[in-house]
């Protein structure tokens, strides 16, 4: 009697160390490995390091033995991904895109192309774990606290999430370099990507620039004195402080300035000093509807919420709406809080979802009411 076939797994190769290693693991236990490299963005400047990331996957690929398959969604990612940047960002929000990438991209398009090259699973090199829970398919924080990519998966379409693997959700980055190194591959001392995915690390206002048109205007203090001109609302976001270009203000404290608050009406930037941050201090959130990775709650719960990827979890208690959407009280004052942003829900490790954040209630405002 014949054995059956090894099962096989389609890896998102991305040209880099974590994608090569979760391969690695992958075929070393048995699986059938084959990689798949996209390519989102369809600009080839100085900044896209997509044709040397290629070079590298196909590097990977040869050094482990494996098929690489080669696949397009530049246009997709245009429309569904760089298209909602755009929108956020006139809209005076500031957005995450690599939570929409993951989404509809890596998630959803890609999780379906492979499953057309034969693929039973999807594997990525996120640091995140995917475990069978009693309510279905769970997404748990990585081993490793300062790589956990959790913050950016919480939209994943659950179906999704059941036919996925993490394979370095239980290994931390040295880890991961050495296992490259010891196997002999040559990204083990590649750095870390960085920037918007795909996109890449580039000098992000000026590249913004290309698409939105600058509308520049006042950037005033609280009450109402004029330190200088903004480019256009939409290249700052909250808590800024570098490129605001304000020097010395007489009256004023020998402090840097930050970004406080975007007055559309007026097209007006409103800035603070070091002293007066404490006015940037939110006391809860309100969020679009929750898409949820779990049983979805009801009513009133705590939990642990993060607001940015790289911040710790916040104690909150979270109050949900007849509608799905969430009003997210915290224990503890947080530091601008951003509209456009993400509230990401966590429980004893376990990512719950979360949602885009709408609204943000100062600590200087009336007394909050979660019900109001």
């Not at 798949?36 to 900044?47: C, H, K, P, Q, T």
């Not at 370099?177 to 795909?198: M, T, Y």
């Not at 205007?217 to 490129?243: C, K, M, N």
């Not at 600590?363 to 019900?371: D, G, I, K, L, T």
């Amino acid at each position: 009697m014949s054995a059956a076939p090894p099962v096989r797994v389609i890896v998102g190769l991305s040209g880099g160390v974590d994608s090569a290693v979760a391969a690695l693991l992958l075929r070393e236990a048995g699986f059938e490995v084959q990689g798949l490299f996209m390519n989102n963005w369809d600009e080839d400047d100085a900044y896209c390091t997509g044709a040397q990331d290629y070079q590298d996957a196909r590097a990977v690929a040869s050094e482990l033995g494996i098929v690489l398959h080669r696949v397009n969604f530049a246009q997709q990612y245009r429309q569904q991904v760089f298209q909602y940047l755009l929108d956020e960002y006139r809209a005076g929000r500031t957005p995450n895109p690599d939570v929409l990438c993951n989404r509809h991209i890596k998630f959803g398009l890609c999780l379906r192309y492979a499953a057309r090259l034969g693929g039973t699973l999807f594997a990525t090199g996120h640091y995140a774990r995917r475990l069978d829970a009693a309510d279905g398919p769970a997404l748990y924080q990585a081993r490793d606290a300062a790589k956990d990519q959790t913050y950016f998966l919480h939209a994943v379409q659950r179906p999704s999430l059941a036919r996925v693997l993490f394979p370095l959700g239980e290994l931390s980055k040295r880890e991961v370099r050495e296992r490259a190194r010891r196997a002999g591959l040559a990204v083990h001392d590649k750095p870390d990507s960085a920037g918007i995915c795909f996109i890449g690390e580039r000098p992000f206002a000026q590249f913004l620039s290309r698409f939105i048109e600058a509308e520049p205007g006042p950037i005033e203090t609280s009450d109402g004195r004029v330190l200088g001109q903004h480019r256009g609302l939409p290249f700052y976001t909250l808590g800024q402080r570098a490129g605001l270009a304000i020097g010395g203000a007489s009256g004023r404290a020998e402090e840097p300035w930050y970004v406080a608050h975007k007055d559309r009406a007026r097209n007006a930037l409103i800035v603070l000093q070091r002293h007066e941050q404490h006015r940037l201090d939110a006391r809860a959130v309100s969020t679009a509807s929750l898409h949820w990775l779990s049983a979805p709650r009801t009513g009133r719960f705590c939990a642990h919420v993060k607001l940015r990827h790289r911040q710790p979890e916040q104690a909150a208690c979270v109050h949900l709406r007849d509608d799905g959407s969430a009003d997210i009280e915290f224990e503890q004052a947080q530091r601008a809080a951003t509209p456009g942003q993400f509230a990401v829900i966590y429980e004893q490790g376990r990512c719950l979802g979360g949602g885009a954040i709408e609204r943000v209630r100062l600590v200087s405002e009336a007394r909050y009411n979660p019900a109001a």
